[in-house]
């Protein structure tokens, strides 16, 4: 069955630093997306990606955040200049607009900022 | 407002026995979908069932039920015959508007902590 891939499954960084989440959607999917959960919280949407540019972004997705679809198969969140409340689990999704309920999950990045 | 609201924090139920999750939407959307997915403590987001509003029949996948009343805009998760697997946290999501459009995204609950017990 396809999946969604996403690596590192750990990260911890210092705080400050920039990090680079990577994806790999579903490759016949069309729209990507990130969502974030802060420990013990709730799953927060962060930014949706159609044909290449972002469809739309919640107010958290601030310009510390960043997309990309460098090569046509990665979808990559960057976050530059860390901070402690960055640290969460990140969620890649990919959807196909024919699959009525065709959102598949990565299994997440959890992010540790120090 | 919320727009998702999962009112049961915590939920124990016997093994072997049926569970009911709750969850209750508010919208103004006449499309939307509504999800539910499974979160073990390993971290991952397992989609378990969809029901989208223009569905007349309560959607069901294996020992998954979805008790959705429209008029009161609820979504309730049926678990039938509960396994110790099932131990998760359980997230009611909704998307609003219809799957065709490109505002696509999820919005979700607070999560229902469910333990079953041997």
């Known amino acids: 069955e396809p999946e969604v891939t996403q690596t590192p499954s750990h990260q911890v960084t210092q705080m400050g630093q920039e990090v680079i989440l990577r994806c790999v959607p579903i490759s016949n999917h069309l729209y990507f997306y990130w969502y974030r959960q802060i420990l013990g919280q709730k799953v927060e949407f962060l930014v949706s990606f159609y044909n290449n540019e972002i469809s739309e972004k919640s107010e958290i997705f601030d310009d510390q955040f960043s997309v990309e679809r460098p090569d046509g198969s990665n979808f990559t969140l960057k976050i530059r200049s860390t901070k402690l409340e960055d640290s969460a689990m990140y969620f890649c999704?990919?959807?196909?607009?024919?699959?009525?309920?065709?959102?598949?999950f990565g299994s997440g990045t959890r992010l540790t900022v120090v | 407002a919320q727009k998702i609201t999962q009112t049961q924090p915590g939920m124990f139920v016997q093994e072997k026995e049926a569970v009911t999750l709750d969850c209750t939407y508010d919208?103004?959307?006449?499309?939307?979908?509504l999800f539910w997915y499974k979160q073990p403590s390993s971290g991952e987001m397992i989609f378990l069932i969809y029901q989208g509003s223009y569905d007349e029949q309560n959607a069901t996948e294996g020992r998954y039920s979805l008790n959705f009343q429209k008029a009161r805009k609820s979504a309730n998760l049926v678990i039938s015959a509960s396994q110790l697997g099932d131990s998760a946290m359980y997230f009611c999501?909704?998307?609003?508007?219809?799957?065709?459009?490109?505002?696509?995204?999820?919005?979700w609950g607070l999560g229902t902590s469910l333990a079953v017990n041997p």
């Open positions: 999501a909704m998307r609003e508007g219809s799957n065709a459009g490109n505002n696509r995204k999820l919005i």
């Open positions: 999704a990919s959807s196909d607009p024919l699959e009525l309920y065709g959102y598949t």
């Open positions: 919208t103004s959307d006449q499309s939307y979908g």
